[in-house]
């Protein structure tokens, strides 16, 4: 079996470890999304080049990790990758991944419904096998499912927790509505309920704060934000005249540079600018000010991009009148 080993004991940055809600689960400010690991045509497509990357956000301190099963080319690919990793760095990592998306084909699907107790079953035993761990730290439903009962799939991942193949677990893209009544159903039936959240959120994506943000922070839950750089239009290396030839936005997603408010973003790179920090570092620096953000989970296929992410969570951080100053370029109307 391919093993990577080339790991070394020395971490190279100080990244702030934050509390994950009220779980007391530690979790680096800035994690890894792997949703890029096993993608075609990135150098994360190959065990090699995942392996590479994985690497270098440990030795940089970031320890908290973010996949899912439906991740990469094919159902699983990316925490296949991952799995030498994990089984060679386990206890410097922070593992998290997610099962049951409606949105897509499963192999499980036989089973039953991605939120009924069967597939549920299936699937974590799977993703360790995959992972090469014998738990998961935070295992997340990743859509809700009107098809089953939201008390079945708490009993489920609590027979998970009782087991030890699961230490926490999360949601995400859960309506403010259904994440508190989950916890409702968890209380009545004495159960464990989810500890974070995970939705869509960024500075052009504000949905979050009209519903789901302002519940996790009530209930305690930890926010983690998909898609917080916009597909990576975020880090300042667009402008409206294009690109990188090699990003995603510019190959497969022109439409995200094509809808993006440029005279917005003109006035951010000004700010920016102005204090001589990168977009990245701005971006990053106001969604860790965020009340009750846990982690920017940022995703990556270089080792330079990691490194540039880890940077970001120490580099810079807004006042308050500078927060408001970023929050008001890019509006949103609750």
């Known amino acids: ?11 190279i940055m100080d990244i702030p470890i934050r509390y994950l809600g009220n779980s007391g689960l530690l979790v680096s400010a800035v994690g890894l999304g792997c949703n890029n690991f096993g993608r075609p045509d990135t150098p994360t497509f190959t065990a090699g080049g995942t392996a590479d990357v994985m690497a270098a956000a440990i030795q940089a301190g970031i320890n908290f990790f973010d996949t899912a099963d439906i991740y990469g080319a094919d159902f699983g690919l990316s925490e296949r990758l991952m799995g030498p990793v994990v089984a060679n760095a386990r206890e410097r990592m922070v593992i ?15 089973l039953g419904p991605g939120g009924s107790r069967a597939y549920i079953r299936a699937s974590i035993d799977q993703s360790l096998e995959r992972l090469q761990t014998d738990f998961i730290d935070l295992y997340q439903h990743h859509t809700p499912d009107p098809r089953v009962p939201i008390e079945e799939t708490l009993e489920a991942l609590n027979e998970l927790i009782e087991e030890g193949k699961v230490r926490h677990i999360g949601h995400s893209n859960y309506s403010g509505e259904q994440a508190r009544r989950a916890q409702s159903v968890a209380k009545r039936l004495g159960l464990k309920s ?3 959240a995970q939705n869509e959120y960024n500075l052009l994506s504000r949905d979050a704060e009209n519903d789901i943000l302002p519940v996790a922070q009530d209930m305690g839950l930890g926010f983690l934000p998909w898609f917080p750089l916009h597909n ?7 402008t409206k ?4 030839e090699n990003s995603r936005i510019m190959r497969t997603r022109q439409h995200l540079h094509a809808e993006a408010p440029w005279d917005a973003m003109d006035k951010f790179a000004k700010f920016c600018a102005e204090r001589r920090i990168t977009m990245l570092e701005a971006t990053i620096g106001w969604l860790l000010a965020v009340p009750g953000m846990s982690s920017v989970i940022a995703g990556a296929t270089t080792v330079v991009q990691v490194r540039e992410n880890a940077d970001a969570a120490v580099s810079w951080s807004p006042t ?3 927060f408001a100053q970023i929050a008001n370029l890019f509006p949103f109307k609750a």
């Open 241 to 244: 005249d294009g690109g990188p």
């Open 232 to 238: 990576g239009l975020f880090t300042g290396k667009f």
């Open 320 to 322: 308050t009148r500078e």
């Open 1 to 11: 079996m391919w093993r990577y080993s080339n790991l070394g004991n020395e971490v």
């Open 96 to 110: 998290a991944t997610k099962f049951g998306h409606t949105g897509y084909e499963s192999p499980l699907a036989h």
């Open 194 to 196: 989810f500890v974070s």
